[in-house]
């Protein structure tokens, strides 16, 4: 009687379990690197487009997307805002790296660490008069796109935000020369605790600067964001 010839199936359950574990660790791998080599670019084409028309004042654009699986983080790059009624760019930030914050992983909390390098904000009598709102509509409004844009970026809470070689700028008019605008720079700031507990209701905040580039600015406060 001839034999019945083991089927491809059967043979793989006949391998070692070292084998098996190789091969499942193999395709483990094979699929991060997939996923880290495509997402980034599929995820920013879309979060592209909605940052263009989530507001009939504003667009957003953000040239680069990173993801770091192995350290559960994110990050943008070149990020630019301008105001659609003329093209005026209010704000650029070279880097935004979103992290979690895995000590708070004691305190069985998912929350994340963002840090902004190098970002400049422009305020002007245009952006100014952009942002108000002339009543109660139109104050949901802004509220309204503010939320969306930060549950968009940042869908964690976030218990610590880390501002580095920033700077803000007051002009008039975007023509007006750097020498005659109010300038702060060389910003570096931390606010830790922005997402408090009851038994840890205080934020802290310590943020240092340069007023026209000569004089240093210091500030410092502690505010209750649960009462």
Request: charged fraction near 30%.
């Amino acid at each position: 009687n001839l034999e019945k010839l083991p089927s491809k199936q059967e043979k793989f359950m006949r391998k070692p379990k070292r084998y098996k574990l190789k091969l499942f660790l193999l395709i483990f791998v094979a699929s991060i690197v997939a996923i880290r080599a495509l997402a980034p670019g599929i995820i920013l084409k879309q979060l592209n487009k909605y940052l263009d028309n989530f507001s009939s004042t504003y667009t957003i654009h953000i040239k680069d997307l990173d993801l770091h699986v192995w350290r559960a983080a994110y990050g943008f790059e070149g990020v630019v805002g301008k105001l659609k009624k003329n093209n005026e760019k209010f704000l650029s930030v070279d880097r935004i790296d979103v992290s979690l914050a895995w000590r708070e992983l004691l305190r069985l909390r998912i929350l994340t660490d963002i840090t902004t390098d190098n970002a400049k904000i422009v305020v002007t009598k245009q952006l100014f008069k952009t942002s108000s709102w002339q009543n109660e509509s139109e104050k949901n409004t802004r509220i309204d796109e503010a939320k969306k844009v930060r549950d968009t970026l940042f869908p964690v809470n976030v218990e610590r935000l880390t501002l580095k070689n920033s700077t803000f700028q007051f002009t008039e008019e975007l023509q007006i020369p750097l020498a005659d605008r109010l300038i702060v720079s060389d910003i570096n700031a931390t606010v830790l605790n922005l997402t408090p507990l009851k038994e840890r209701p205080l934020t802290v905040v310590n943020a240092k600067g340069k007023l026209m580039g000569d004089s240093t600015i210091h500030a410092d406060a502690k505010l209750n964001m649960i009462n």
